[in-house]
Every structure is written in C-alpha cells, then in structure tokens.
Antibody, heavy 117, light 106 residues
C-alpha cells in the first residue's frame, strides 16, 4: 500500500525556518517525481515545488522561490522541504504528492505550518 | 497558466446531474486532472488526462475536454460526493490548480 506521511510542521515566528519531511513507503520511491502542495486555511490548493526522481530537475512556485528548497534522499525514501524566511502567508497545510507524469496520484495527510508571532 | 473554475459553489440534490467547468488561460492539450477534497482530508485523484477515470473511482464521474475548456460531470449525485472539486493543469510548470468548486447539499 502506498503511504506518504508528512512531519515537521508546527508554529514558527515570521522570518524563521522549518524543515518538512515526507516518508514514503509501499512503492519504489526512487522511480517517482514528487511535489509539495499547500493549502492555506479555508483556501484552495497551491502547488509549491517539484523534484524529479533523480533530483536532476527542480521547480518552485514564484511565491517561494529563493526561500524554500526541495530535496530528497532516495536511500531513506524521504522527501524534504526546507523553508526559510517564513512569512505569515506561508501558513498552510503542506502536502507531499507523488506524480505520475500527468497526475498526482497519491497524497499524504498533510502537516500544518503556522507562521505567527 | 491560469485555471478558472465555474461555478465557485453549487447547491444540488442527491440524484442530480452536475457539471463543473474549468477553463485554461492557454491551451493545455489534455493535461488536466480533477481532484475531490473533503474537509480535513487530502485531495483524491478522480480523473487524469482530461477524461481517464482513476482506478476505483465510481463511473458516475466523467471528464471531457481538451485545449482550454474542460468539464467534470457527476451523473447522479450521491451523499458522499458533496465536497470541493479542483482542476489542475500539468502541461507546464507551475502546475496550477483552479480555485475550487464547493458542491453543497440543497
């Protein structure tokens, strides 16, 4: 069974940093591209970042470019999102999602990041 | 690429036929997916490649369209279908989502 489990969310002050993790199981993690998607409270879905299976290709949304860094460790079946210079508007539930070319077929349950003083 | 869903919200009854539209600001071929999200839960993939039903998704869900105009149709609403629906384009990065359509019980 495919499972994606996010962790690392919490309360952080504006300007602070946080590192999210996504532990994958039930599939060959190293064969799949992965994404982070977020959802602010009461709002819609916002794509955040993409990383290819080998980490050779990475994309970011303009809203996080230069502040967030996506990475993965295929030996540990894990995806990461390093978030620096956090702003109030980064408050959201962050989901990791597996990509199969033209779909995000599995999603984690999400981890809540709250940026507030 | 911007995606505009309509309507933003919709009230319907069990058994109704419902259609949600998604319009892209430029052509995206058939690189469109639809997701269902219930409160407090992760999105669930319903349809990919504009019209291909994901495994395990009931056949009352269907999708159509290509280029810039797409539709998601639920042929006969069931109680478990009341949720928010999102389209997403996967033609180019960023892989944008529509703003969502909230389907409520009338």
């Amino acid at each position: 069974e495919v499972q994606l489990v996010e962790s690392g969310g919490g309360l952080v002050q504006p300007g602070g940093s946080l590192r999210l993790s996504c532990a994958a199981s039930g599939f060959t993690f190293s064969s799949y591209s992965m994404n982070w998607v977020r959802q602010a409270p009461g709002k819609g879905l916002e794509w955040v970042s993409y990383i290819s299976s080998s980490s050779s290709t990475i994309y970011y949304a303009d809203s996080v470019k230069g502040r967030f860094t996506i990475s993965r460790d295929n030996a540990k079946n894990s995806l990461y999102l390093q978030m620096n210079s956090l702003r109030d508007e980064d408050t959201a539930v962050y989901y990791c999602a597996r990509q199969v070319v033209i779909m995000f077929d599995y999603w984690g349950q999400g981890t809540l990041v709250t940026v507030s003083s | 690429i911007q995606l505009t869903q309509s309507p933003s919200s919709l009230s319907a009854s069990v058994g109704d036929r419902v259609t949600i539209t998604c319009r892209a600001s430029q052509g995206i071929s058939s690189y469109l997916a639809w997701y269902q999200q219930k409160p407090g839960k992760a999105p669930k993939l319903l349809i990919y490649a504009a019209s291909t039903l994901q495994s395990g998704v009931p056949s009352r869900f269907s999708g159509s369209g290509s280029g810039t105009d797409f539709t998601l149709t639920i042929s006969s609403l069931q109680p478990e279908d009341f949720a928010t629906y999102y389209c997403q384009q996967l033609n180019s990065y960023p892989h944008t989502f529509g703003q969502g359509t909230k389907l409520e019980i009338k």
